[in-house]
């Protein structure tokens, strides 16, 4: 990246360049960019060489004679530089960070985890909670999941709970499994599974039922934990993520059953949501909110719907409610046995009665349903009771849109049938390839040959007409992870994964900014380059369509725009 192209960019961002008009009949705008590959992502995937904004929106796309239409008060060379719609994470959860949190963000061993918690402990009281998340076996030198005596060894007068990356599983140390009353003959609890080693002890991981420790944590409050949650919504701008879909929000500040997993209230609602945007929102990414399911009355009696809101923060659909586990656990409810595992295929979390319930409500109400459904035992039950209540309950939401509906995450493909269904119904997919990548391993040691390589699949229902958006689900949350895996099926040790399930570059670009756009209704107005959408753009530091593929995963974010305004570029805190 030259360095006239950054210090262009903080003109932009410091002070407004008048440059002399050439001509009276000129119109004006803020903002050209030019001299760039403008990937606009528009139906034939046009390129384009210039750009030019005015206010927030895009107010014309072409080549270099922008320039001699349109007087703006800046003008930007892009040096050939790739111009972009800005990514959509369609799934991520924005997590807080509680002052007895401990960050595992980049451990790479048990030992440096260990050195963590000592320091942690060192500035709490012996018996208050330590807690942390995002450990990832594979991530670590040892090669294993962390024990309750890892934990032990290093914090023995203080309760903890680990959370893995992912979220589906979580280790506690001895003091942790006391006070849950987790022993040997503690039976697994309903829609969770308590590990043992060979011995038949339980090594302090619970599987889905995080809840078991986790409801004796004592909470944080708002005040407490809001500035965290705003740094964590500002760490996706970096990332080149402009619009995102916050996985972890209610409507309600009162706890609520999430799927048959007991678990506390997501903290971050709706009301806070609201409130932080109208202090803050035009310097962060546009949000929308999945939400929990509070019941039929609840539902009912709640003034909105799916899609109430505005260009900054709007309502989703009811998706924090989870009808299996996941492959972090694994918990994910099967078809077939897992490999190696006779007699076990996961478990569901709701009987067809009560999704179905569920189900039928969503559509009464105006609500798009948006369920977590990984195995494909699961995604079988769901789709059934979609295609029960877009049947029964036909016709479009309150507003008189069509209702969208989606699956979250579709790692294990369903039967045909399921898939034919899906078309016909609209039925879509919130899907994460960069689960191939970051648990790879756990796919290897899990499923047969033919599960193994149409894990996240997107060639496949690509073929089925089902439509997709992209999302991490955190693991990790740059999109690059998720672009590279989706393009090459590889992981991190270089072999493919069902190379038929690849697909192009500009498919998964498309899937990653213009289809999530489609998912929230808002395809007409952000998503793509094009006159009268939302100036949301970023500039990489490479060409993601023609370097190798293997430099997808060291492209970086040289710029991003939210609404017109330029909110990060890498030489300027944010």
Known sequence: MTRSFLDQIAGAIVACMVLPSLSVAREGADIIFHNGKVLTVDRHF?????VAIRGDRILAVGDESILDRFDARQVID??????MPGFTDTHVHMLPMSHRQVSLEGAKSIADIQARLKQKASVLKPGEWITGN?????QLAERRVITHADIDAAVPDNPVLLTRAGG????GNALAMKLA???RATPDPVGGIIEHDAAGEPTGIVRERVDLYRRLIPLDSWEELKPTYVASIRRLIPLGITSFHSATTSIDDEPVGLGGIADPPPTLTFRRLQAIYRQQG??????TTYIAYPGARRLAEYPHHSGYGDDRVRLGGIGENLVDGGFTGPTAWLLADYKGQPGFRGRGFFTDARLQEMVDTAARTGWQMALHTIGDAAIVQTVRAYDKALATIPGPDRKGRDRRWFLCHFTIMPPEATMETMARDGIMIVQQPNFLYDLERRYEDNLDDWRLAHNNAVATPNRFGLRIAF?????PIGPMVGLYAAITRKGPDGRVLGGGEAVSRAEAIRHYTIDPAYFSWEENSKGSIEPGKLADMIVLDQDIMTEPEQRILDTHVQMVMIGGRIVYRPDIPL
């Not at 046009?46 to 210039?50: L, N």
């Not at 892009?78 to 111009?83: A, I």
């Open 134 to 138: 995002g450990w990832d076996e594979a």
């Open 46 to 50: 046009s390129v384009a060489d210039a």
């Open 471 to 475: 999302s991490s689900d955190n693991l």
């Open 78 to 83: 892009l040096h050939h530089h790739v111009l």
């Open 282 to 287: 035009e310097a962060l990414p546009r949000v």
């Open 168 to 171: 589906h599983s979580a280790v």
């Open 181 to 183: 009353h987790i022993g």
